[in-house]
């Protein structure tokens, strides 16, 4: 196992002298490199504490970690004044240190395992500044016949797919996510028809105000399936490893009730891939399992991201059409297609409202990505049928 130690060491100044409550956590991160993974997996750790500014030190994180030795073996870093002083002021005194318990390199990028010396967070008071929206993220139902993988249990299953989706969404840095569990899901079917009986802006909030998010996201595991297809050719004995899993969720707005998402997606892995994670772990399917945990989190967090930020028409200047993402979130060549909004309808069997877009306007293609922006071309319907605000949705 590659371990890589990187132990700081912070002497928190501070007005008044303050003790720091040590502990330790494991987080995982997932990049397209090594140097991306480690990032997001520290700055999954500051997103953990609900007290710390996220928005102000992911930068700072980002150039700190630049400054990191990328070696091998047990390294003390001997750390100039200076620099001790950057690490606290980026922090706020919650990362002590981190060990890089784990790594691995895939087809799709790098996950690592960060054990991560914590210390206690000294809050600043601009948290009221950022305006991110809450997400509870509630255990998927999991049935054990819908699971046919080995010894794997629901509550690993639930366990797993659930950590993987706290990941994606805390490193798509847009939410908040507060720890709940199945009961929130009984509370909202519970209160749903009460509180949408009710037309007071009072009433409206409760829901919100027992569940402590802005969004409820539960769903169900109908299959996860790992298993081994043996053949043979010309007396040679093969076995290929089949791994997939399909899950359906819902990610309900708990102020007006409106299921702003939901779908069912089914995600598999390339039987290579499969069968190089288990013969690398003596047969163990745990790192087969975590890539597909991985996966899905990954498909539910980059639909849900794109219903409550929707990729939108910004702008229309000399026949191009500015959409108001960029970044990793839009990739050149991409096909989009544009809708428009044409209202909401309640359904009255559960009170939950549906927003409903147009049929489709016209496709476009993505010419030029920048940071904050993106710029596509027409491709079909003509640049008459696109206006400012009109919503893109990927074509498949």
Same mark, same amino acid.
């Not at 409550?21 to 750790?45: C, M, P, W, Y």
């Not at 299921?259 to 994670?277: D, G, R």
């Not at 003596?282 to 980059?302: C, F, P, Q, T």
């Given at each position: 196992?590659?371990?890589?130690?990187?132990?700081?060491?912070?002497?928190?100044?501070?007005?008044?002298?303050?003790?720091?409550?040590?502990?330790?956590?494991?987080?995982?991160?997932?990049?397209?490199?090594?140097?991306?993974?480690?990032?997001?997996?520290?700055?999954?750790?500051?997103?953990?504490?609900?007290?710390?500014?996220?928005?102000?030190?992911?930068?700072?994180?980002?150039?700190?970690?630049?400054?990191?030795?990328?070696?091998?073996?047990?390294?003390?870093?001997?750390?100039?004044?200076?620099?001790?002083?950057?690490?606290?002021?980026?922090?706020?005194?919650?990362?002590?240190?981190?060990?890089?318990?784990?790594?691995?390199?895939?087809?799709?990028?790098?996950?690592?395992?960060?054990?991560?010396?914590?210390?206690?967070?000294?809050?600043?008071?601009?948290?009221?500044?950022?305006?991110?929206?809450?997400?509870?993220?509630?255990?998927?139902?999991?049935?054990?016949?819908?699971?046919?993988?080995?010894?794997?249990?629901?509550?690993?299953?639930?366990?797993?797919?659930?950590?993987?989706?706290?990941?994606?969404?805390?490193?798509?840095?847009?939410?908040?996510?507060?720890?709940?569990?199945?009961?929130?899901?009984?509370?909202?079917?519970? @209160?749903?028809?009460?509180? *949408?009986?009710?037309?007071?802006? &009072?009433?409206?909030?409760? =829901?919100?105000? /027992? +569940? $402590?998010?802005?969004?409820?996201?539960?769903?169900?595991?109908?299959?996860?399936?790992?298993?081994?297809?043996?053949?043979?050719?010309?007396?040679?004995?093969?076995?290929?490893?089949?791994?997939?899993?399909?899950?359906?969720?819902?990610?309900?707005?708990?102020?007006?009730?409106?299921?702003?998402?939901?779908?069912?997606?089914?995600?598999?892995?390339?039987?290579?891939?499969?069968? @190089?994670?288990?013969?690398? *772990?003596?047969?163990?399917?745990? &790192?087969?399992?975590?890539? =597909?945990?991985? /996966? +899905? $989190?990954?498909?539910?967090?980059?639909?849900?991201?794109?219903?409550?930020?929707?990729?939108?028409?910004?702008?229309?200047?000399?026949?191009?059409?500015?959409?108001?993402?960029?970044?990793?979130?839009?990739?050149?060549?991409?096909?989009?297609?544009?809708?428009?909004?044409?209202?909401?309808?309640?359904?009255?069997?559960?009170?939950?409202?549906?927003?409903?877009?147009?049929?489709?306007?016209?496709?476009?293609?993505?010419?030029?990505?920048?940071?904050?922006?993106?710029?596509?071309?027409?491709?079909?319907? $003509?640049?008459?049928?696109?206006?400012?605000?009109?919503?893109?949705?990927?074509?498949?």
């Amino acid at each position: 196992m590659l371990r890589n130690v990187l132990l700081v060491f912070i002497t928190l100044l501070l007005v008044a002298s303050l003790s720091l409550a040590s502990d330790h956590i494991l987080v995982d991160g997932f990049g397209k490199t090594r140097h991306e993974a480690i990032i997001n997996a520290l700055i999954q750790t500051v997103n953990k504490n609900e007290k710390a500014n996220e928005a102000e030190i992911e930068k700072e994180i980002d150039n700190l970690n630049t400054q990191m030795p990328n070696t091998s073996g047990s390294l003390e870093i001997a750390l100039t004044e200076n620099f001790e002083k950057e690490i606290r002021k980026i922090t706020k005194g919650l990362i002590i240190s981190y060990t890089i318990e784990n790594e691995i390199k895939h087809q799709e990028g790098y996950e690592v395992r960060l054990s991560i010396n914590l210390g206690q967070y000294q809050p600043v008071d601009e948290r009221s500044k950022l305006n991110m929206y809450k997400v509870a993220i509630v255990p998927f139902n999991v049935k054990q016949d819908a699971i046919n993988a080995g010894d794997t249990t629901t509550s690993v299953v639930k366990i797993g797919l659930e950590e993987a989706i706290k990941a994606q969404f805390t490193q798509s840095r847009k939410f908040r996510i507060v720890n709940r569990n199945e009961d929130d899901e009984a509370i909202y079917q519970s @209160e749903i028809q009460k509180i *949408n009986s009710s037309t007071s802006a &009072e009433d409206k909030l409760k =829901l919100g105000q /027992k +569940i $402590g998010a802005d969004f409820i996201l539960t769903g169900d595991v109908l299959a996860l399936s790992i298993n081994e297809k043996k053949s043979s050719y010309y007396g040679e004995n093969f076995a290929n490893w089949r791994v997939s899993a399909t899950v359906s969720y819902r990610v309900i707005e708990l102020a007006t009730m409106e299921v702003k998402w939901s779908n069912t997606v089914t995600v598999s892995l390339p039987s290579s891939e499969a069968n @190089e994670y288990i013969d690398a *772990n003596n047969g163990s399917l745990l &790192e087969v399992e975590n890539r =597909l945990y991985h /996966k +899905i $989190g990954k498909e539910i967090a980059d639909q849900v991201i794109g219903a409550i930020y929707p990729l939108s028409v910004l702008s229309i200047v000399d026949n191009n059409i500015y959409l108001n993402q960029g970044g990793e979130r839009v990739k050149k060549g991409s096909i989009y297609t544009i809708r428009y909004g044409i209202g909401r309808v309640e359904d009255s069997s559960t009170g939950q409202h549906t927003v409903l877009d147009s049929k489709p306007s016209a496709k476009i293609r993505v010419i030029d990505v920048m940071p904050k922006y993106s710029i596509a071309e027409v491709i079909e319907g $003509g640049i008459n049928n696109i206006q400012k605000g009109d919503r893109a949705y990927l074509s498949n």
